[in-house]
């Protein structure tokens, strides 16, 4: 076995063994996700006296039993998790802490809870930030979700700009539970937190690179090329990459040349692991298939996956021919000999396995039938299948009665009780 063949192989059994345990690997992900957004959560430490029995449970050891409930709930209870512990990391400044709380919970209602997949988004590129990958979320998102997903993305840029400058205003007085001193202190919180909205706008600049990033490598992967998925992740990192690099120069930010460039290149390694065990395919066996039927013409490209078993086979997918080309078989086709019924059935296999690949349903006996001869099946044919259960074109056909000579309508549906098939319908005379 080669190597590539070896790489290929071990893939294959990562790939069984996930889609085995795929439920308890995606609950160790979410753990692992809980356990790095409460650790960043808890270095804010600037909770009240009264609520540290609260802020407790979000610290050591008690922090493994959190996250085990935030991988168990559901995406806008998680969230809801989240807002709390920062409601009670923050609350040594009341004021502030309750228009925090509040912001979040208005995300959770008119975002997080209409989008539980997309929202996960916002979690990445905060993640991403923090470990210096952010490069990866915009690349990600258009690679496995819809243009939609700039959304989430402009979000999570938002928060992590925006959030230095909250924690700028707990230096700010608080009134505590002294409500009597509350509207000489909300004033200032407020205009502290309009003031942060609009002192820098380099986040803007950004989360423009992030979405333009999403656009081009939603655009490219959905090209109907070869490797387009491969260009998209290069294109996109790149584009990412060079955008930031002038936003970098024209906003004055702290971000790096080099730390772009090192930093772009190890999102680019990430994706291509990332796309390479979801999807492996075969490009030097593509093809293009054209078929039709009575509603449709189908034109459809195909690429065969990458398969390689232990005794380092390829699993081979038969070309599809084209509906049309089965008439060609007509002249040949000899009802009385089942041997050569049986191979012709066999030749045009692939059309009916193509068919159901594209509408979603078989090739009755009467379509294939037709599709190999070019015409129905006999009426005695029909009859027999029917006595068999069977089911004709359209649920609906005609065979000859033995004992009064007539043509029977025979129903869609037919009941074989034994050997006895009951049908029910009209009689007309010939």
């Excluded at 609950?27 to 650790?39: A, E, K, T, Y």
């Excluded at 005695?380 to 074109?393: K, L, N, V």
Aim: proline residues 3%; hydrophobic residues 45%.
């Amino acid at each position: 076995m080669s190597a590539i063949e070896t790489i290929f192989y071990i893939r294959a059994i990562l790939i069984n063994i996930y889609k085995r345990y795929e439920t308890v690997f995606n609950f160790l992900f979410r753990f692992l996700v809980g356990m790095s957004l409460f650790g960043i959560i808890n270095k804010i430490g600037m909770q009240r006296e009264e609520l540290e029995f609260v802020g407790a449970y979000f610290t050591g050891t008690k922090l493994i039993l959190v996250s085990f409930v935030f991988a168990l709930l559901p995406s806008t209870a998680s969230f809801a998790l989240m807002a709390v512990s920062i409601f009670v990391q923050l609350s040594s400044h009341l004021e502030l802490s309750i228009f925090v709380f509040l912001g979040l919970i208005c995300l959770i209602l008119f975002y997080i809870r209409m989008a539980p997949k997309e929202c996960w988004l916002i979690v990445f590129t905060v993640l991403g930030f923090y470990y210096n990958v952010p490069y990866i979320a915009p690349v990600f998102a258009g690679m496995y979700f819809s243009l939609t997903a700039a959304i989430p993305i402009i979000i999570g840029v938002f928060l992590w700009d925006y959030a230095p400058r909250v924690m700028d205003l707990m230096a700010l007085e608080s009134a505590g539970l002294d409500f009597m001193k509350l509207p000489s202190t909300v004033g200032p919180v407020i205009e502290g937190l309009l003031n942060g909205l609009t002192a820098n706008y380099s986040w803007v600049f950004v989360a423009f690179v992030f979405s333009m990033t999403i656009l081009i490598v939603y655009v490219v992967s959905h090209l109907s090329m070869d490797y387009a998925k491969i260009y998209a992740i290069l294109f996109g990192s790149l584009l990412c990459m060079i955008g930031l690099f002038l936003v970098s120069t024209i906003a004055d930010l702290s971000m790096g040349g080099a730390s772009i460039f090192i930093y772009s290149a190890l999102s680019v390694a990430l994706m291509f692991i990332i796309h390479f065990f979801d999807l492996a395919l075969d490009y030097k066996r593509a093809q293009r298939v054209e078929f039709s039927d009575d509603d449709n013409y189908y034109y459809v490209k195909v690429i065969p996956k990458l398969i390689v078993t232990e005794a380092r086979q390829r699993k081979r997918v038969k070309p599809a021919k084209n509906i049309k080309n089965a008439e060609y078989f007509s002249d040949e086709y000899d009802y009385g000999d089942k041997g050569e019924r049986s191979a012709e059935r066999k030749r045009v296999s692939s059309d009916t396995e193509t068919r159901r690949a594209v509408t979603g349903r078989r090739m009755s006996d009467t379509e294939t039938r037709r599709a190999v001869t070019g015409r129905r099946m006999p009426d005695t044919e029909t009859r027999s299948h029917y006595a068999r259960g069977g089911r004709g074109e359209a649920g609906v056909d005609y065979a000859d009665d033995d004992i009064s000579g007539t043509r029977v309508r025979v129903s869609e549906r037919t009941r074989d009780a034994g050997r006895e098939t009951s049908r029910r319908g009209t009689y007309d005379d010939e």
